[in-house]
């Protein structure tokens, strides 16, 4: 019997992929090579006492890596490099590579980078930052000497503010956007600040010592150029068809290339060459999952990839089908006189997506997740299971939320020990499994 699959899109993002030799207009690097791997400096301290303080430190492996086939990325470990995973101790810890780059005839730069990290999302300061750094200060004349430390005070070392780059410009927001699962970002590098002089291109990783929210940052796949070789994929979507995932997209190149990542069983499948503009995946198991296309340029090149974030699951699967919110009745309202009455419920669904503190009904895919109000100590799916769903948001204000499921008791005799649940929430967020 063929499985029929529901997915649950989350995003659309782009990703970079242009893979060529550095010269004075362009930078990449994947880490797959070790010349290039060397170049980089991890966590650089000014001295031992500072170093030994630092509980969360770069690394390069597989935890960082992003690419088909690759086995290196840049990482926060607090485990030696194990695994992508921070402690909530303070610190401000940087990563770099040094490179030289001409100023353009016309225009700017665009940096590129792979990317996934969290951190506490309502310090509005823990996060991934990355700055442009002259090697020699262009009005003294002194080499400029970046470090890693120990604290982190809710601002910038003020060695480092007249360089960062901002990544969140039409908010005033200096760090990546917060994402548990990878996403590319693309931002301007002004051709004003290229000199052809000795540049830091440093990352850094910051947080504070409240609330750890896993992952911290992962980076992969960074890229500097003045032009795209040709433009990427739009309009990107992925349908349930019978047993199989159907991508759809819009484009103008001759050739494209597919690929999909399953989180569960950590396997790509694909990439795959495609003239049209469709293509369709069989037998995809029940998981987070990564849909990505890119166009085949001339000379061998590629665009930006884009990519959607999905839960691929089967609903056949399971008792009932909780996770389609779509198919529920999903209910807001403003407080409550008591206990048991709930005034002004609204039919409407509230889904920002799960890392967004004001989702009040959404799903919640990523099995590494923690509840940031336990301290960390919970998972927000327990082991075993495949997804969970929220009810309720993270903030103050007397709201109130419900879910209704309509089901046919009848038709599932292998369910007969269901669990019924009505559940409102009021004050803390409740997680909903079958």
Not at 194 to 210: C, E, K, R
Request: net charge negative; hydrophobic share 30%.
């Amino acid at each position: 019997m063929k499985r029929l699959y529901i997915i649950l899109i989350t995003s659309i993002l782009g990703f970079a992929a242009v893979t060529a030799q550095n010269t004075r207009h362009h930078y990449s690097c994947d880490f797959e090579n070790e010349v290039d791997r060397a170049r980089w400096k991890l966590t650089p301290t000014v001295d031992k006492s500072i170093d030994e303080q630092i509980k969360n430190r770069w690394y390069l492996g597989a935890p960082g890596n992003n690419g088909i086939g690759g086995k290196y990325g840049l990482f926060i470990s607090d485990d030696g490099g194990v695994s992508a995973h921070y402690q909530a101790k303070n610190c401000f810890v940087i990563a770099y590579d040094t490179l030289t780059l001409d100023p353009l005839t016309s225009g700017d730069y665009q940096l590129a980078f792979e990317y996934r990290a969290v951190g506490n999302v309502y310090s509005n300061f823990d996060g991934l930052y990355v700055f442009w750094v002259p090697v020699v200060d262009p009005d003294s004349g002194d080499t400029i000497r970046i470090y890693s430390n120990s604290t982190s005070s809710g601002t910038l070392p003020s060695e480092l503010k007249d360089y960062v780059v901002t990544l969140q410009p039409t908010a005033d927001i200096k760090y990546a956007p917060s994402t548990m699962t990878w996403k590319q970002f693309t931002a301007t590098l002004k051709n004003k600040r290229v000199d052809s002089t000795p540049h830091y291109l440093i990352f850094a990783w910051t947080n504070g010592s409240m609330m750890e929210q896993q992952p911290p940052a992962c980076v992969d796949n960074i890229e500097i150029s003045d032009k795209r070789p040709c433009d990427p994929p739009t309009h990107l979507t992925v349908t349930a068809n019978g047993g199989q995932c159907v991508m759809t997209w819009s484009g103008s190149s001759d050739k494209y290339e597919v690929s999909a990542y399953s989180y569960e069983t950590d396997r790509w499948y694909g990439p795959v060459d495609v003239t049209g503009h469709t293509y369709s995946f069989a037998g995809l198991p029940s998981s987070e999952t990564d849909f990505i296309v890119r166009s085949k340029c001339e000379d061998d090149l590629y665009s930006l990839k884009v990519i959607q974030n999905m839960l691929v699951y089967n609903p056949d699967e399971l008792c009932v089908d909780y996770l389609n919110l779509d198919n529920a009745k999903c209910y807001t309202g403003t407080g409550f006189t008591n206990t048991t009455t709930f005034n002004s419920y609204v039919l409407e669904k509230a889904d920002y997506g799960p890392t967004n503190p004001e989702s009040r009904h959404t799903v919640h895919f990523d099995k590494t997740e923690t509840e940031p109000r336990s301290g960390g100590l919970l998972k927000t799916i327990p082991d075993g299971e495949l997804a969970s769903v929220r009810l309720g948001n993270w903030l103050n204000g007397n709201q109130t939320e419900r879910i209704e499921y309509s089901f046919n008791c009848l038709s599932m005799p292998r369910c007969w020990r269901l669990r019924a649940i009505r559940i409102r929430r009021t004050r803390v967020s409740c997680w909903i499994l079958w």
